[in-house]
Structures are given as structure tokens and as C-alpha cells.
């Protein structure tokens, strides 16, 4: 399958094991869908320098290596993940500003944005946990969060779906499909509903749980049609 003019599946990397993760299951995800991966790791120079001339050309010398150093790393991740190495496009790319907003940045022109669960909060100040939350609500992709040590080539369960009404709900609906023709496996669709949805206060424990079913189902006739 051809990556001309693809989108990039793009991953945020600081270096932790979860975002390393991340970038495991991002290959397998690129391959699958014959798309670039692309790698990125924010930083921010710590030293402080306050003029209007331009930035000495040293500064933050010493943060950019060593977020090449992590990307270069996760390149080689990312090709022991995948069954065909040579045939995956790898991007890395340092890029100086806060983690979130780069993130953010980037998930404009990806297909996909992959995080991990947790980061490395010693050297960049921030829990990863923090981070993908924001960036799961802000990003302009489907992004995916990806916990820790997780089977990259595990045995192939189905796909899981949450559905609801909202009106995001139609693009996790197209992405679910998706995942599922790709890894050639089924997919199940899951809508949960409470007792509040019962108007009549005296309804029994048997009508209640009838019309929570009859809503259910529903729901999920209307958003999978």
C-alpha cells in the first residue's frame, strides 16, 4: 500500500516506556494502513535569556539532542514492531514549545494522534496522563491512548464501541469499522443507559429495566445503521 500524500499517524514521545508503547502500536497501526509514522518530541529550553537581538544559536543545544536521541530511539521501536521494517516511513521531528500545544499542532494534518498513558514527568515537567486527556479533547484526529505494556501481536479480539448520541459520535462509529475490517475481526457495539431516562417515578423495577433496554437498542439502531 502506497503512503504518497497519506496522513500521518503521529505520536507524541518523551522517552517513558508508555510513550515507547505508544509508538509500538502506532507502527503496527501505520502498517496496517499503509501510512507515515511520524514521531515528535516537545521540549522546552530552560535557560532563560531575555533580549530583543536573536537567540544565540547554542541555546537549547543540549534539550534538542537529547529529544533527537529519545526520537532516534523510538525509531528503532517502531521498526522492531512492525512484520516489514524497511517498508515503514519513519518521521521524527524536535520540536521546541509546550507538549500539549504541540500536540495539538500536529493532530491538524495527522490521521491519527497515539499517546501513552503516563510520561516522563522528571524531565518534562509533565504527566502524560495530563497530556493525553488534553489532548484527546482538543485534538483535531482520533486519538489513541495507549496503556502500558500492552500485546502488540496478542491474540485478535474484536473491536469495542461506546456509542451514544452525541454529535461526535458518527466519527467513532467510522473509525470502529475501520479497525475492525483492518485487523480482519469483529466489532461489538456497547451503549449504557441509566434509570433516569424512566419518567414515571412509580414504575416498576421490570418496566424501568424494559425501557432502559428499548432505549439502549435504540440508540444503537440509530447510530449504526
Given at each position: 500500500m502506497?503512503?504518497?500524500?497519506?496522513?500521518?499517524?503521529?505520536?507524541g514521545v518523551d522517552g517513558s516506556g508508555s510513550s515507547l508503547d505508544a509508538v509500538?502500536?502506532?507502527?503496527?497501526?501505520?502498517?496496517?494502513?499503509?501510512a507515515p509514522l511520524k514521531l515528535v518530541s516537545a521540549y522546552q529550553i530552560r535557560a532563560l535569556?531575555?533580549?530583543f537581538v536573536a537567540l544565540p544559536s547554542h541555546l537549547g543545544a543540549e534539550e534538542n539532542a537529547r529529544a533527537d536521541s529519545i526520537l532516534t530511539s523510538a525509531s528503532l521501536v517502531a521498526r522492531r514492531s512492525v512484520e516489514k521494517p524497511d517498508a515503514l516511513?519513519?518521521?521524527?521531528?524536535?520540536?521546541?514549545g509546550p507538549t500539549v500545544q504541540a500536540l495539538i499542532d500536529e493532530s491538524a494534518t495527522a490521521s491519527m494522534?497515539?499517546?501513552g498513558s503516563r510520561g516522563n514527568g522528571e524531565y518534562?515537567?509533565?504527566?502524560?496522563?495530563?497530556?493525553?486527556?488534553?489532548v484527546a479533547v482538543?485534538?483535531?484526529?482520533?486519538?489513541v491512548i495507549v496503556p502500558r505494556s500492552v500485546e502488540l501481536h496478542s491474540a485478535r479480539g474484536?473491536?469495542?464501541?461506546?456509542?451514544?448520541?452525541?454529535?461526535?459520535?458518527q466519527e467513532a462509529v467510522r473509525l470502529a469499522f475501520e479497525e475492525a475490517s483492518l485487523r480482519g475481526t469483529g466489532l461489538v457495539a456497547v451503549h449504557v443507559s441509566t434509570d433516569r431516562l424512566v419518567s414515571s417515578p412509580d414504575a416498576s423495577t421490570s418496566d424501568k429495566s424494559e425501557a432502559i433496554v428499548s432505549n439502549g437498542r435504540t440508540v444503537l439502531a440509530e447510530n449504526l445503521s
Open positions: 502506497s503512503t504518497v500524500n497519506a496522513r500521518a499517524i503521529v505520536v509500538g502500536w502506532a507502527a503496527r497501526e501505520a502498517e496496517l494502513r499503509g535569556y531575555t533580549s516511513t519513519i518521521m521524527i521531528e524536535p520540536i521546541v494522534m497515539v499517546v518534562f515537567a509533565e504527566l502524560l496522563g495530563s497530556v493525553s486527556t488534553a482538543q485534538a483535531r484526529c482520533p486519538v474484536p473491536v469495542v464501541l461506546g456509542v451514544d448520541a452525541s454529535a461526535h459520535n
